[in-house]
Nanobody, 129 residues
Framework: VQLQASGGGLVQPGASLRVSCVAT????????VGWFRHAPGKEREWVSC????????TYAGSVKGRFTTFRANAKNTVYLQMSNLRPDDTAIYYC???????????????????????WGKGTQVTVSS
């Protein structure tokens, strides 16, 4: 599977933004898909994960209640809907896919996916007034 994240941009604090993770070369519905972000000067941070069947997504405490991840299988796409954005959400956002299909087995460090086809090219999200 090859992934491409898109949809980032510059928004003001409190705004909403939806980023997409589109897959080619495989059916994304067969994979658990996670989102990560990497801000300058900070460690890579796991953001969310959704199972292959789309149920019970999980979120990092820093985004829980503000971010939602969901699938559009017909488009071979997973979305990250971000609301009430804050300046500390500024980062490059990446998606990653795991054929194990269950978030309980997803590598939240990202080391299993980073730099591989299952690690998508990122999209920049900047939250600033």
């Amino acid at each position: 599977v090859q992934l491409q994240a898109s949809g980032g941009g510059l928004v003001q604090p409190g705004a909403s933004l939806r980023v997409s993770c589109v897959a080619t070369g495989a059916t994304l519905a067969h994979y658990a898909v996670g989102w990560f972000r990497h801000a300058p000067g900070k460690e890579r941070e796991w953001v969310s994960c959704i199972n292959s069947n789309g149920d019970s997504p999980t979120y990092a405490g820093s985004v829980k209640g503000r971010f939602t991840t969901f699938r559009a299988n017909a488009k071979n796409t997973v979305y990250l809907q971000m609301s009430n954005l804050r300046p500390d959400d500024t980062a490059i956002y990446y998606c990653a896919a795991d054929s194990l299909s269950e978030c309980a087995l997803f590598d939240r460090s990202g080391e299993l996916y980073y730099g591989k086809n299952s690690w998508g090219k990122g999209t920049q999200v900047t939250v600033s007034s």
